[in-house]
Nanobody, 127 residues
Framework: QVQLVESGGGSVQAGGSLRLSCAASVYTDSNYCMSWFRQAPGKEREGVAAIYTPAGSTSYADSVKGRFTISQANGKNTVYLQMDSLKPEDTAMYYC????????????????????WGQGTQVTVSS
């Protein structure tokens, strides 16, 4: 069983930056994907970014490309989401998810293989 703990959320003004962290209780070198999702009030959960941890390859939703960066720590059991040029529409609860997926399937899209989820961290961007 993998436990994921997110941190780093908060309130910022538009144009500001935040860095979220997701610490996993275990790390595996085999076909592992860690992703960030978000859900705003009254909206469906959407994928934001994903990283295939064995190789560090990344994938982003169009809405955050060029503004958000997903990366991993050297020990690879912690994943970060650097969020720059934040907009009010980025306001949401942000969740970390992980599971066993190959590189082609590791995308910011909900899949049954993403079986581990954190509790979320709130990000609020004011105009």
């Amino acid at each position: 069983q993998v436990q994921l703990v997110e941190s780093g959320g908060g309130s910022v003004q538009a144009g500001g930056s935040l860095r979220l962290s997701c610490a996993a209780s275990v790390y595996t070198d085999s076909n592992y994907c860690m992703s960030w999702f978000r859900q705003a009030p009254g909206k469906e959960r959407e994928g934001v970014a994903a990283i295939y941890t064995p190789a560090g390859s990344t994938s982003y939703a169009d809405s955050v490309k060029g503004r958000f960066t997903i990366s991993q720590a050297n020990g690879k059991n912690t994943v970060y989401l650097q969020m720059d040029s934040l907009k009010p529409e980025d306001t949401a609860m942000y969740y970390c998810a992980s599971g066993y997926l190959g590189p082609a399937a590791c995308r910011p899209v909900e899949r049954k293989e993403l079986q581990y989820w954190g509790q979320g961290t709130q990000v609020t961007v004011s105009s």
